[in-house]
């Protein structure tokens, strides 16, 4: 097989990856093509995008790989009904029809939606968990390492600890549903007033703001919670088999009031509980990680799932030095399943051709896997809309905009390939100046659209990061939290609480500082990610400092921008102050249509 084509798709954030030798050549969410969020359809977009990367058609295809056993998933289903039955007699119904059209008949579903597929390129299957390990496993520097893999459920696994080796990669371990980490914080970011699967980042950030008063009730009442980490949830509190709610009357006695309904004020039992579960989660995750160290020998680790995206957990697993090393699968969620189903049959093929050799710092390539554009594309869509824009060179672009952020205005940036996964690593980014006081509200209020103690991400040269942030490994996909240097802070008065602390100066970086004086940190090298550097670089030189505020190029309820049309319609319709795509540069002020109708349909998430 050279071609492989993995695919995740019909239950969340559907996506596309290509291998070609074994090396990935492209992988994309169709969110960033359809401009639906988290997008759960056949990924057509992202198919199409993959194929024209590799200048290849559905049949040159070897084999298309889907993330998941649908057949195994649906006796879930099944079983799960019946054990409550008849009080999920309610959501059974809505279900049905889509399993018996085109989920249980897959291998059909999928050639439908390919016409053009081969015959003799056959459609394979990986479980849920092996499409997460293999995404976190053989795309990582590490020769040998365990691996831990954390989301809501598969099948039916919703934890595992594996170890892999060369092109092996074996499950040793694994917890079932309705048991599961991921379930269980999705049940608090409900109630809370988030949308499961795309609010738990929400939930992390508002966590600092309360107080870990519910621990011991979640302890005493929810979950019970073994030395290995495995957990056992007490179902009478949670609805999900039941219903489609997740948590019940009894849940919200339990945290003293019904669930928040969105777009209410938070009160500070909200911050509570976000706090309360966050201790919890972190907690579990640390007795997962010691127990795969245990079990597997290894000094390395790997981790994909859902959870994995928890990056205040990841910090303390690395902080707490359990592994010499941790690697994270960028796109950890189930977008990543597309390329770890299509690594998963490269590597563990039994007619496989060649042994697996590791890249460093990974074979990701900076998680730069989609689209990019041409100057002369760019500009046939700046002309279509009749924008107003200069055309520099390289090294003036570089300068202006870093001039620009100096000066504390908000600048889009635009350049080279669209990221995979969730994060913005600086590729299709908002760029401001940690250092002003007042960057983080305004980017969050007119620009985000979104709740003001939301925090920012700093991207920091590589080499310095150690002179601002206690960080000692390497974390250029934004997925390690780690405290502020105690030199880069500031004394904070201790008798404000919740919300009151956004307005406290904690740090001389404050726009990219939370309320618990840690960050986000992605730290950046010349080697993976050259223009991005050089900004960076550039804005040292004119400041002296080697940190930019970072987060991602979109506004609530949007997608992250995939396309030069994408980019036009997010920044007119906003208060980012300049547009830098490509070598062009924009001012939103001189834009004849401001305001101009998005090409997305923002909803609250």
Not at 170 to 175: A, G, H, P, Q, T
Not at 288 to 308: D, F, P, Q, S, W
Not at 482 to 497: D, G, K, N, V
Request: hydrophobic share 40%; proline share 7%; glycine share 6%.
């Amino acid at each position: 097989m050279r071609h492989i084509l993995g695919i995740s798709a019909y239950y969340h954030d559907s996506a596309a990856a290509l291998l070609s030798d074994g090396k990935i050549i492209a992988a994309a969410q169709e969110e960033r093509f359809s401009r639906k969020k988290n997008d759960e359809r056949f990924p057509h977009h992202a198919v199409a995008f993959c194929l024209k990367q590799s200048c290849l058609t559905e049949s040159d295809l070897d084999a298309v790989v889907f993330y998941d056993k649908p057949i195994i998933k649906f006796t879930r289903l099944l079983e799960s009904y019946l054990a409550v039955a008849p009080s999920g007699w309610s959501t059974f119904p809505r279900t049905l029809p889509s399993w018996l059209g085109e989920k249980l008949n897959l291998p059909n579903t999928l050639r439908y939606e390919m016409p053009k597929l081969s015959i003799h390129s056959p459609i394979l299957f990986t479980e849920h968990h092996q499409a997460h390990a293999a995404s976190a496993f053989f795309p990582s520097p590490f020769e040998e390492a365990a691996v831990l893999t954390v989301d809501g459920v598969g099948e039916w696994a919703t934890t595992t600890i594996g170890v892999g080796r060369g092109n092996e990669l074996d499950i040793l371990e694994e917890l079932k549903f309705p048991h599961s980490l991921g379930l269980l914080y999705s049940a608090f970011t409900a109630y809370c007033g988030f949308r499961i699967n795309s609010g738990e980042y929400k939930m992390m950030g508002l966590a600092p703001y309360g107080e870990p008063r519910f621990v011991k009730a979640i302890y005493d009442h929810l979950v019970d919670v073994k030395d290995d980490g495995s957990l056992q949830l007490n179902l009478e509190y949670f609805d999900f088999l039941r219903g489609l709610r997740m948590t019940n009357s009894k849940f919200n006695t339990l945290f003293g009031g019904p669930p928040r309904q969105p777009e209410t004020p938070f009160e500070q039992r909200h911050m509570d509980v976000a706090r309360s579960i966050q201790t919890v989660t972190e907690e579990i995750m640390l007795r997962l990680a010691r127990h795969a160290r245990e079990v597997t020998g290894k000094k390395n680790l790997c981790m994909a799932g859902g959870v994995a995206l928890n990056c205040v957990a990841n910090g303390r697993i690395l902080r707490e030095k359990i592994f010499e090393h941790i690697w994270i699968q960028p796109a950890a969620g189930d977008a990543g399943g597309a390329l770890g189903a299509a690594l998963a049959v490269w590597h563990m093929h039994k007619n496989h051709p060649q042994p697996r050799t590791t890249m460093q710092p990974d074979a990701m390539q900076g998680g730069f896997l989609g689209p990019e554009f041409s100057d002369d594309e760019i500009e046939t869509v700046l002309k279509s809309h009749q924008a107003v824009y200069r055309k520099l060179d390289r090294e003036s672009l570089l300068d202006e905009v870093a001039t620009l952020l100096a000066n504390e205005r908000i600048v889009g940036w635009v350049q080279g390939r669209m990221e995979f996964g969730p994060r913005a690593l600086g590729h299709r980014s908002i760029l401001g100046d940690p250092r002003s006081p007042h960057m983080q509200s305004a980017i969050n209020l007119k620009v985000k659209f979104r709740e003001s103690f939301r925090p920012f991400a700093p991207a920091v040269l590589r080499e310095r990061a150690a002179e601002f942030f206690e960080l000692d490994e390497e974390s250029p996909y934004m997925l390690l939290v780690a405290p502020i240097h105690p030199s880069q802070r500031l004394e904070t008065s201790p008798t404000a609480t919740g919300l009151e602390r956004l307005k406290q100066l904690r740090s001389r970086l404050p726009a990219i500082t939370h309320v618990d004086d840690s960050a986000r940190v992605q730290t950046v090298t010349a080697e993976q990610n050259p223009l991005f550097y050089a900004i960076i670089k550039r804005f040292e030189a004119k400041t002296g400092c080697p940190v930019l505020m970072n987060t991602s190029f979109n506004v609530r309820g949007e997608p992250v921008v995939c396309s030069p049309d994408d980019a036009y319609r997010c920044f007119v319709n906003t208060e980012i102050d300049f547009l830098a795509i490509g070598n062009f540069l924009l001012e939103r002020t001189s834009q004849p249509h401001l305001g101009v109708k998005p090409s997305f349909h923002p909803v609250p998430d």
